[in-house]
């Protein structure tokens, strides 16, 4: 299935919704920082929400960054998404192996431990607007979804899910948010918990074959659901030998003195994609 997501309206624009599906998103983040299952199902998830979220933004450069910052042995996960379904990302410890909870999932929750999410939407302002929130088990979905009631004072449903083949490859990975706008009736609140209570999880839905669209129309039986928007999603980072020279001229003079050790040239890593690239020591010094 191609990489898409979708967004839609229902119940009279009570209701907005959102949905993914990014299989070949998660395994480039992967496959970039060779992630072992636990990290690929906690940065697969936070790439998910990162797209659903960047969709919500306006501008063209806007961007929405997630880090769930806690005391597992993942040391923590950072995404960045822009409005136009481009997302990146990183997890600090890749290589966690950690036994699998009693239902056979994978311990995204004991990968990331107790900490916090913080949300970062720069949307060309003075300053970018941030919330955080204590996570409440470390899951993802579960944050997002307190984060949102909490933070933003936006009910809302988050849906995640990262499936890992037996060669370690992503099988499956996507999910949803549903959020109710203000002034949401009590039929149309019940309604739409009853169903939500229902669903099978995402991972189950994307194996039966299902669709964005049509995991929509699973959350929203009964109501008048509208397509409002379809737009693929990729894993792109925009890191460039240039940029990091441009990063470089920012640094002291001491501080290039103490990178560029010796005659050996420097090889400087992008963390959100993996991509390496190299500087001798006349670049990094300005000669």
Not at 167 to 182: E, K, N, S, Y
Not at 222 to 248: N, P, Y
Request: a negative charge.
């Amino acid at each position: 299935m191609k990489d898409y997501l979708v967004r839609a309206i229902a119940a009279d624009d009570q209701i907005r919704a959102f949905a993914v599906s990014d299989r070949g998103v998660v395994e480039t983040a992967r496959a970039s920082h060779d992630t072992w299952p636990v990290a690929t199902a906690a940065l697969g998830r936070a790439l998910s929400a990162s797209l659903m979220m960047g969709s919500m933004m306006e501008g063209e450069r806007d961007e929405v960054t997630l880090q769930l910052i806690g005391d597992g042995p993942l040391g923590g996960v950072t995404v960045t998404a822009d409005s136009a379904g481009h997302t990146k990302g990183f997890v600090n410890n890749p290589h966690v192996d950690l036994p699998e909870k009693e239902n056979g999932h994978l311990d995204v929750g004991a990968g990331i431990g107790k900490g916090y999410l913080r949300v970062i939407r720069d949307m060309g302002l003075k300053e970018p607007y941030s919330g955080t929130i204590g996570l409440v088990s470390g899951e993802v979905a579960e944050d997002l979804t307190y984060y949102y009631a909490e933070s933003e004072q936006v009910p809302s449903s988050v849906g995640l899910g990262v499936l890992v083949d037996t060669d370690l490859t992503v099988r499956q990975a996507g999910g949803f948010i549903v959020q109710l706008m203000p002034g949401t009736d009590d039929a149309t609140i019940d309604r739409l918990s009853d169903n939500i209570s229902r669903i099978e999880s995402v991972t189950d839905m994307l194996e039966k074959g299902y669709s964005p669209e049509m995991m929509l129309q699973k959350i929203l039986d009964g109501f008048d659901m509208e397509l409002t928007e379809k737009r693929d999603v990729s894993f792109f980072c925009g890191c460039s030998h240039q940029r990091f020279a441009e990063k470089i001229r920012t640094l002291s003079r001491q501080d290039r003195e103490d990178i560029a050790v010796g005659d050996e040239p420097v090889e400087v890593v992008c963390r959100f994609c993996g991509k390496k690239y190299t500087f001798s020591p006349e670049e990094i010094l300005g000669r």
